[in-house]
């Protein structure tokens, strides 16, 4: 069975390299992915887990809308056209422009509900930082040493 051109390449399995660690760990490591590879991986995952579901869906939505077509009162016929047309559009969207934009500007390997919550702290840290170097050149002791804790936080 011959392949095409296109598809042994996005279908071929990746290498698992089974190295021995350095550090004493046991378990084997695979090759390291870049991050256009890793949006891609993720993207297919996810259109091969939930692409089945979304034409079902698909499928028996138009379905019932074809019935609204045959009907003798022209909202009904109306409404039935609305929804085939917007279910239609809606499946192009989600099984191909969303992919597409996924691959090129998807999720980093450092998610925003990690980085977030990381540089407010940072921010926090060197705010207290700045507060404390100020207080200390002024001349005046050190905070916290001689009970000064409300005049650094002032």
């Known amino acids: 069975a011959q392949q095409r051109q ?23 490591k695979t090759h390291d992915l870049t991050s256009r590879q890793r949006r891609a991986a993720r993207t297919r995952v996810t ?24 009907c003798t009162l022209n909202i009904f016929v109306k409404m039935g056209a609305v929804v085939i047309a917007v279910t239609t559009l809606s499946l192009a969207i989600t099984l191909v422009s969303l992919p597409a934009v996924l691959i090129v500007m998807g999720p980093s390997p450092d998610p925003c509900y ?11 840290i ?11 050149g002024d001349g005046r002791s050190q905070p916290f040493v001689r009970g000064h804790v ?5």
């Open 114 to 124: 990690r980085r977030r919550p990381r540089r407010c702290l940072y921010r926090v």
């Open 47 to 70: 259109m091969l887990s939930l692409g089945g579901a979304i034409l079902s869906s698909t499928a028996s939505t138009i379905g019932s809308s074809v019935c609204l077509l045959v």
């Open 6 to 28: 296109g598809c042994a390449a996005c279908c071929a399995k990746p290498e698992v390299k089974d190295v021995e660690s350095v550090a004493g760990d046991s378990e084997p």
């Open 150 to 154: 409300l005049e650094v936080l002032s």
């Open 126 to 136: 060197r705010m207290c930082r700045r507060r404390l170097k100020k207080t200390a």
